[in-house]
């Protein structure tokens, strides 16, 4: 189960601090993605990138920047975390189909 | 603007019995409609799909049905067994590249 990984799995956290989350996938696909799943269980795209440029940009605020050096990976930088930020990150992939990495838990106190 | 409606929110269904969950969607240019199915603690993770030119799709004890007119599409779960309990997410593809999700809806399967 490694086509879409993520790291870390857990990433807890103060206020106001900036944290990184690494997304990569070995599926060859061009386009990846981020979701924020929040604790009703609602799955919100954030991003998406098709061969390392931005295509989807939902309302997100500044302090979310993904960066994606290669189409294999796709990273999320948050500056000044805030507490509302606590949630679960997707990331994922897609050719013909999407398939999601394993979330990273992020919990802000 | 592109919307996914997702009935019901939760799903309580005896051990043996069938299940059903319906979508809708406003973009009536979207052609392909996959489920996820969603554990406890796990990632979202595709069960079967659809693409507008057929009507029904079946894999096993899951089938999907499309009413492109309607703009509606249905997952069918027979013979319900107790790892059938999960969040499942509908989803419509809106343009080239997103999946617009449903809300999701707890399947809860009693013995």
């Known amino acids: 189960d490694t086509a879409v990984s993520q790291t870390p799995k857990y990433l807890v956290t103060q206020m106001g601090n900036d944290k990184s989350i690494k997304c990569e996938q070995n599926?060859?696909?061009?386009?990846m993605y981020w979701y924020k799943q929040d604790s009703k269980k609602f799955l919100k795209i954030m991003f998406s990138y098709n061969n390392k440029e931005l295509i989807i940009n939902e309302t997100v605020p500044n302090r979310f920047s993904p960066k994606s050096p290669d189409k294999a990976h796709l990273n999320l930088h948050i500056n000044s975390l805030e507490l509302g930020d606590s949630a679960v990150y997707f990331c994922a992939s897609a050719g013909e189909t999407q398939y999601f990495g394993p979330g990273t838990r992020l919990l802000v106190l | 603007g592109e919307n996914v409606e997702q009935h019901p929110s939760t799903l309580s269904v005896q051990e043996g019995d069938s299940a059903v969950i319906k979508c809708t969607y406003s973009?009536?240019?979207?052609?392909?409609f996959p489920w996820y199915k969603q554990e406890l603690g796990k990632r979202p993770q595709l069960i079967i799909d659809?693409?507008?030119?057929?009507g029904e799709k079946k894999d096993q004890r899951i089938a999907v049905t499309l009413n492109k007119t309607a703009k509606h599409f249905s997952l069918h779960i027979t013979e319900t067994q107790p790892e059938d309990s999960a969040v499942y997410f509908c989803a419509a593809k809106w343009g080239a590249q997103k999946l617009v999700f449903g809300q999701g809806t707890r399947l809860t399967i009693n013995p």
């Open positions: 659809i693409r507008s030119n057929v």
């Open positions: 599926l060859g696909h061009d386009t």
């Open positions: 973009d009536s240019a979207s052609n392909y």
